[in-house]
């Protein structure tokens, strides 16, 4: 695997696709705006970074990235992602995406949407619960002491193979949560998302990030209730 396509490529997808470079992959970039609009982080990121239309990023991924507001979800593209494991760090907002009835219903969760739009692709839930310059700040290579883990959800266990190997070389151990229904253990109003990485402030934005162990994230993940 050598290169990450990214459908989406604000704080998260752009953060993720630093790192990625970083660690020798190559990427493809796109947004809603267009490729010309991401000039400055192609330049940013070097050789190993070009911009396309999200088909063009969707098709070039060994491994996929999707950073996009939840609303704009049925705008992934199908066929270019078909067998494709499909990395999702979307959260429910409802002031930035307007209302879900499933989801305040908690009949399903976000990637599980994901997931029926994509239907022949396999759907990795990771990178929502971590504030973007804590995931940039606490990356650590493997068998640093103070290496922090990632949260993954997905009912595909090759899926979750490939996305817990594209961790580790990014800098982050991984724990999985389970399938994509358990998915809701780490979204936005539950224990490990966003303060875990902030030693608990609740500012956490305001924190330069705290590294946090698996048996942390295990524990806050354990004790998430809906």
């Known amino acids: 695997m050598t290169t990450i396509g990214f ?3 604000g704080n998260i997808g752009g953060t993720v696709a630093r790192l990625a470079v970083a660690a020798g992959y190559d990427v493809v970039l796109s947004n809603s705006r267009g490729p010309q609009t991401l000039k ?3 330049d940013e990121l070097g050789p190993k970074a070009s911009a396309g ?3 063009e990023a969707a098709a070039a991924g060994d491994l996929v990235v999707v950073s996009i507001p939840l609303k704009a979800y049925r705008d992934v593209p199908v066929e270019p992602l078909a067998g494709k494991t ?3 760090t979307n959260n429910y ?3 930035r995406d307007g209302a879900f009835p499933e989801l305040d219903a908690e009949s399903t969760t976000s990637s599980e949407l994901l997931q029926q739009h994509l239907t022949t692709s ?3 839930k990771v990178f929502n619960n971590i504030y973007f310059e804590h995931l940039r700040a606490l990356a650590r290579p493997a068998g640093a002491a103070d290496r922090s883990a990632l949260a993954i959800a997905g009912d595909d266990a090759g899926a ?5 190997a594209f961790l580790d070389r990014i800098g982050y151990d991984t724990v999985d949560a389970g399938s994509l229904a358990d998915g809701w253990r780490f979204q936005p109003g539950t224990p490990s998302y966003g303060f875990l990485y902030a030693g608990g402030i609740e500012n956490f934005w305001e924190s330069p990030g705290v590294p946090t162990e698996a048996a942390a994230l295990r524990a806050k993940l354990a004790a998430a209730q809906r």
Do not use: C, H, M
Request: charged share 20%; aromatic share 4%; net charge negative.
């Open 7 to 9: 459908i989406g490529s």
């Open 40 to 42: 400055e982080l192609v």
């Open 53 to 55: 239309t999200s088909a």
């Open 86 to 88: 499909v990395l999702d």
């Open 93 to 95: 907002y409802t002031q």
């Open 122 to 124: 396999k759907i990795v």
């Open 160 to 164: 979750k193979g490939e996305t817990t």
